[in-house]
């Protein structure tokens, strides 16, 4: 068994479709088939069964594709430390986002920190599946909704953040210094489709306090959101620290609620059985200043 076998048998795992997989690795599918079948030969076991136009893990696959992620990862986490041998400012790491933190939150901290190690890679990832992503090593860290404490994952507290309302400069309540919760009633919004993590916390607050909210179009993506209420469609709920940088210079207007506002807590988290690189803690130790800074 090596690694090429492995990430051969991991990308089947990942897509279920040997067609598919195939096209991700670059090679043809016959002859992904055949790996994967000299593979099965090794182990003396099945790992997918195929029905019909169906692939699904057997036993077997299930406990290679949880142990040979470990060993990818533990291939991967010895060449860092031989590497940090020669230079502690070398390296690349993987990081996860929640998708409007990544467009408006880190890009200038990613700025300053390429510009402090340019001979480390950043490769920033949009994920809503922050915990998830970390666990299956497709990412090295990230930063997402506190979640339950999981003995399996270093889980650092980043603080939490009040929800504002995001109104057009020319809208009848952009002179507003504060406004009520059950005001939202009456205001047309733009907001995430029903089952994105903004939305949900946003209609969980207004739940608990008898709010009912009236979109009058939803949509996947923050950009779109601030275009949209910059062109006065509607009003739309957004987390305080992504609206300092679009607010009154680009025709927009965040209104804090007087009380009751949807809140978001956020946790930074990485595997607790990882290497950690010398550049992943200072990116680590930066991203957590970062959050104390944005608190004052």
């Given at each position: 068994?090596?690694?090429?076998?492995?990430?051969?048998?991991?990308?089947?795992?990942?897509?279920?479709?040997?067609?598919?997989?195939?096209?991700?690795?670059?090679?043809?599918?016959?002859?992904?088939?055949?790996?994967?079948?000299?593979?099965?030969?090794?182990?003396?076991?099945?790992?997918?069964?195929?029905?019909?136009?169906?692939?699904?893990?057997?036993?077997?696959?299930?406990?290679?594709?949880?142990?040979?992620?470990?060993?990818?990862?533990?291939?991967?986490?010895?060449?860092?430390?031989?590497t940090e041998l020669f230079s502690g400012e070398r390296g690349?790491?993987?990081?996860?986002?929640?998708?409007?933190?990544?467009?408006?939150?880190?890009?200038?901290?990613?700025?300053?920190?390429?510009?402090?190690?340019?001979?480390?890679?950043?490769?920033?990832?949009?994920?809503?599946?922050?915990?998830?992503?970390?666990?299956?090593?497709?990412?090295?860290?990230?930063?997402?909704?506190?979640?339950?404490p999981d003995s399996r994952l270093v889980q650092i507290p980043?603080?939490?953040?009040?929800?504002?309302?995001?109104?057009?400069?020319?809208?009848?309540?952009?002179?507003?210094?504060?406004?009520?919760?059950?005001?939202?009633?009456?205001?047309?919004?733009?907001?995430?489709?029903?089952?994105?993590?903004?939305?949900?916390?946003?209609?969980?607050?207004?739940?608990?306090?008898?709010?009912?909210?009236?979109?009058?179009?939803?949509?996947?993506?923050?950009?779109?959101?601030?275009?949209?209420?910059?062109?006065?469609?509607?009003?739309?709920?957004?987390?305080?620290?992504?609206?300092?940088?679009?607010?009154?210079?680009?025709?927009?207007?965040?209104?804090?609620?007087?009380?009751?506002?949807?809140?978001?807590?956020?946790?930074?988290?990485?595997?607790?059985?990882?290497?950690?690189?010398?550049?992943?803690?200072?990116?680590?130790?930066?991203?957590?200043?970062?959050?104390?800074?944005?608190?004052?």
């Open positions: 068994m090596d690694t090429r076998h492995m990430n051969y048998f991991l990308a089947v795992c990942e897509h279920l479709h040997f067609t598919k997989a195939a096209d991700e690795l670059g090679i043809s599918q016959p002859t992904l088939s055949q790996q994967i079948q000299v593979l099965e030969g090794e182990l003396g076991m099945p790992l997918f069964d195929r029905v019909g136009k169906q692939v699904i893990l057997t036993e077997a696959g299930m406990l290679l594709k949880l142990h040979g992620g470990r060993m990818l990862q533990a291939e991967r986490d010895a060449k860092n430390a031989i690349t790491i993987r990081i996860g986002l929640l998708p409007s933190d990544l467009d408006f939150l880190f890009i200038p901290l990613f700025i300053q920190f390429h510009q402090a190690y340019p001979a480390i890679q950043l490769q920033a990832y949009s994920t809503i599946r922050i915990q998830e992503e970390v666990l299956s090593n497709k990412v090295d860290i990230g930063i997402g909704l506190q979640s339950m980043l603080g939490s953040e009040a929800y504002h309302l995001l109104v057009s400069g020319t809208s009848p309540l952009a002179e507003r210094e504060a406004i009520a919760l059950h005001e939202l009633e009456t205001i047309p919004l733009v907001l995430y489709p029903l089952g994105f993590i903004g939305r949900d916390i946003v209609e969980s607050t207004c739940r608990v306090h008898g709010v009912k909210l009236d979109t009058v179009m939803e949509t996947t993506t923050a950009t779109s959101i601030l275009q949209l209420v910059r062109a006065g469609i509607g009003a739309a709920i957004q987390p305080e620290r992504l609206l300092r940088g679009t607010t009154q210079e680009d025709g927009l207007i965040g209104i804090p609620f007087r009380e009751h506002a949807p809140v978001r807590h956020l946790e930074l988290v990485y595997r607790s059985d990882r290497f950690i690189s010398k550049a992943q803690k200072q990116l680590e130790h930066r991203l957590i200043d970062f959050f104390k800074q944005k608190e004052n």
